[in-house]
Antibody
Framework: QVQLQESGPGLVKPSETLSLTCAVS?????????WGWIRQPPGKGLEWIGS???????YYNPSLKSRVTISVDTSKNQFSLKLSSVTAADTAVYYC?????????????WGQGTLVTVSS | SYELTQPPSVSVSPGQTARITCSGD??????PYWYQQKSGQAPVLVIY???KRPSGIPERFSGSSSGTMATLTISGAQVEDEADYYC??????????FGGGTKLTVL
């Protein structure tokens, strides 16, 4: 059973960089698949942030691309998100998930999510 | 930019059929997927590739599509089906895209 667990600070100051890590268990990231980050502001819908392949190849939501970096550490079986220059609009529950590649890419396994609040 | 449009809310009584729609110009060429998200929980896939149910999803959940419209149908909706439902697809670049979500009320 694939399990994902997000971790990182729950409070970030405006203009600083948000950093989260997703630890994967039950599956080796090196074996394949894309892995991604999705966020959900309080009371709002889901927004894809970006995804990374085990080789390190990335693709990002064009609306966030200038501020996002996703990296992978296969030795620790985890991947990470950095979002720079955050504002209150970046306050959200952040989820990590696996992107299954069937006919299309879709998210099949999700972490429980972690709330990140941007506030001074 | 490409969007997936859902109604904000749908309400049914227990035992009735709930239908949630999702419209998008690329849906004739892209499969729709559906996620259920209960309050305070992560989304769960309930329909993939238009009409397939993952293991463990009740048979009352079904999906269909025609042209630019996809529909999630819950036949005989139960109180535990009350949740937010999101359609999902990918855009022409292969980027993941979620609809705005539909709040299903069963009471």
């Amino acid at each position: 059973q694939v399990q994902l667990q997000e971790s990182g600070p729950g409070l970030v100051k405006p203009s600083e960089t948000l950093s989260l890590t997703c630890a994967v268990s039950g599956y080796s990231i090196s074996s394949g698949y894309y892995w991604g980050w999705i966020r959900q502001p309080p009371g709002k819908g889901l927004e894809w942030i970006g995804s990374i392949y085990h080789s390190g190849s990335t693709y990002y939501n064009p609306s966030l691309k200038s501020r996002v970096t996703i990296s992978v550490d296969t030795s620790k079986n985890q991947f990470s998100l950095k979002l720079s220059s955050v504002t209150a609009a970046d306050t959200a529950v952040y989820y990590c998930a696996r992107l299954y590649s069937g006919y299309d890419f879709y998210f099949d396994y999700w972490g429980q999510g972690t709330l990140v609040t941007v506030s001074s | 930019s490409y969007e997936l449009t859902q109604p904000p809310s749908v309400s049914v009584s227990p035992g009735q059929t709930a239908r949630i729609t999702c419209s998008g110009d690329a849906l004739p060429k892209k499969y729709p997927y559906w996620y259920q998200q209960k309050s305070g929980q992560a989304p769960v896939l309930v329909i993939y590739e238009d009409s397939k149910r993952p293991s463990g999803i009740p048979e009352r959940f079904s999906g269909s599509s025609s042209g630019t419209m996809a529909t999630l149908t819950i036949s005989g909706a139960q109180v535990e089906d009350e949740a937010d439902y999101y359609c999902y697809s990918t855009d022409s670049s292969g980027n993941p895209l979620f609809g705005g979500g539909t709040k299903l009320t069963v009471l």
